[in-house]
């Protein structure tokens, strides 16, 4: 789904009440009417509809990049009535997009030919699951814009884009020596050193591999590659994400459903993690704190052009989210909550741990039953609107070392039972989040969340 971002003026990191995302059904029932006439006129896009709710448990209006719909005076007046405004994008001429809301862009053109457009990983991927020849993709490997026309109905077409740091509509192409620059960037993220004898070591290795990789392939484009070698990395340490991933595979989606990354952090290393993000051109959001005495906040990050959103989890008390926590750092204490005893058990999300979740978009209630079937279970949803559903799968256990352990048992900030079941059975590591988002809906709950993370302490499990 394309990027929007919030036109709130904001400070940066701003506070609670900085950005107030609300449902949008108005432009919710817009959009569903402008997607339904064309499921209507193209029972080849229905079918394929059909197949991702029932093989995969996603929706296909999550996965609409685009509409491109005929253009008139008419509509243009209830696009801009239910929040659309209009957009700069490369090549496209009239684009409308939604910067309060999640919504799909939409572009008029004169003629009365309609498409849709769905995102995925790799146009080459869906082209190899579906026996579509590969040589009527438009653009070269690398690009950051690739595209394929899948289906033509009646006066509908079904196209198929890929994205990489780049939110336009051309077909350009693409220096050899870019291509061969895109190609070493991504394995290099995909193969980083993430150990090290201390976190400063660690962060000064990801930040240097990230300001050459800023300079090599430049900020949109290297995000888009770090995180999907981050979605790698977590993929490989659960197997709830193995399980989906394959799932999507087989109809050649990938993780293009992807919602927000979520990264846990220190006190002491908050600051960096930050940074670094932001070195990749990512903006702070919203600051979030679950409210009440949880111990924990977090900052959410956005970015401009890829969409890629993260959400920055840290222990934290409420007093502290008035200051500007990201820029400013947070002071080491020896009181460890739930976010900084899993960094100090596992390390760092953003390097040795690897990310505590992702969350993609699903049909929630489908998703639950479908992943059972494989033997993955999912924990009591922790938010139940009709415009927000979340629950995280039954977490991942990972080894814990030795010398992460006793540490903590020296500096009394666990018990020696603790110490034993977490050296025997291992700790909870990681889960994917199985989220359903409704009429657009861009914000997360704020109320009553706190108790998830604390079912997720390892001293209570």
Not at 320 to 326: M, P, S
Not at 340 to 357: I, P, V, Y
Not at 412 to 436: C, M, T, W, Y
Request: glycine share 8%; aromatic share 8%.
């Amino acid at each position: 789904m394309a990027a929007s971002t919030s036109s709130s003026t904001s400070p940066p990191g701003g506070g609670l009440a900085a950005f107030h995302w609300t449902p949008q059904p108005a432009a919710a029932a817009l959009v569903r009417e402008l997607l339904d006439d064309l499921l209507r006129r193209c029972p080849e896009v229905t079918a394929l509809a059909n197949r991702m709710r029932a093989e995969t448990a996603t929706r296909f209006s999550d996965w609409v990049d685009t509409l491109v719909v005929p253009g008139s005076p008419a509509l243009g007046d209830r696009l801009r009535a239910s929040g659309f405004t209009l957009a700069r994008r490369r090549g496209a001429d009239t684009c409308f997009v939604h910067e309060a809301a999640i919504f799909p862009d939409i572009v008029m053109v004169p003629e009365n030919r309609s498409r849709v457009a769905i995102a995925v990983e790799s146009v080459a991927d869906f082209c190899a699951a579906h026996a579509i020849d590969a040589s009527t993709i438009e653009g070269v490997p690398h690009a950051p814009f690739r595209r394929v026309k899948v289906v033509s109905g009646d006066w509908v077409e079904l196209w198929v884009v890929e994205r990489h740091g780049y939110d336009g509509f051309q077909i350009a192409d693409l220096d050899p020596r870019y291509a061969l620059q895109t190609a070493r960037t991504l394995e290099a993220f995909r193969s980083r050193r993430r150990i090290f004898a201390g976190d400063e070591e660690s962060f000064d290795f990801a930040e240097d591999l990230v300001t050459k990789a800023v300079i090599a392939v430049g900020k949109d484009m290297a995000c888009d590659l770090f995180f999907a070698a981050e979605r790698e990395y977590w993929q490989r340490r659960n197997r709830a994400a193995r399980v989906q991933k394959e799932r999507q595979d087989a109809l050649g989606l990938g993780w293009a459903n992807h919602d927000h990354h979520t990264y846990r952090s220190s006190r002491h290393c908050f600051k960096r993690l930050i940074a670094i993000l932001e070195s990749l051109g990512m903006v702070c959001r919203e600051r979030f704190y679950p409210g009440g005495t949880a111990g924990w906040g977090a900052q959410i990050l956005e970015h401009p052009v890829t969409g890629i959103v993260v959400f920055a989890d840290v222990d934290m008390s409420p007093d502290e989210l008035k200051n500007d926590f990201a820029h400013d750092g947070l002071p080491s204490r020896r009181q460890l909550g739930t976010v900084g005893l899993w960094c100090a058990l596992h390390g760092e999300a953003f390097n040795e741990a690897g990310m505590h979740h992702l969350e993609c978009t699903f049909d929630h209630a489908a998703l639950t039953a479908q992943l059972a079937t494989a033997g993955v279970g999912m924990m009591a949803p922790f938010t139940d609107f009709p415009y927000l559903r979340q629950a995280f799968s039954e977490g991942e256990r990972w080894t814990v070392r030795r010398e992460r352990v006793m540490p903590l048992l020296a500096a009394e900030q666990i018990d020696p039972k603790q110490a034993r079941v977490f050296l025997d059975e291992g700790v909870i590591g990681s889960h994917l989040e199985n989220l359903e988002r409704n009429d657009g809906f861009k914000g997360f709950n704020q109320s009553g969340v706190d108790a998830i993370i604390a079912a997720t302490d390892p001293r209570r499990a």
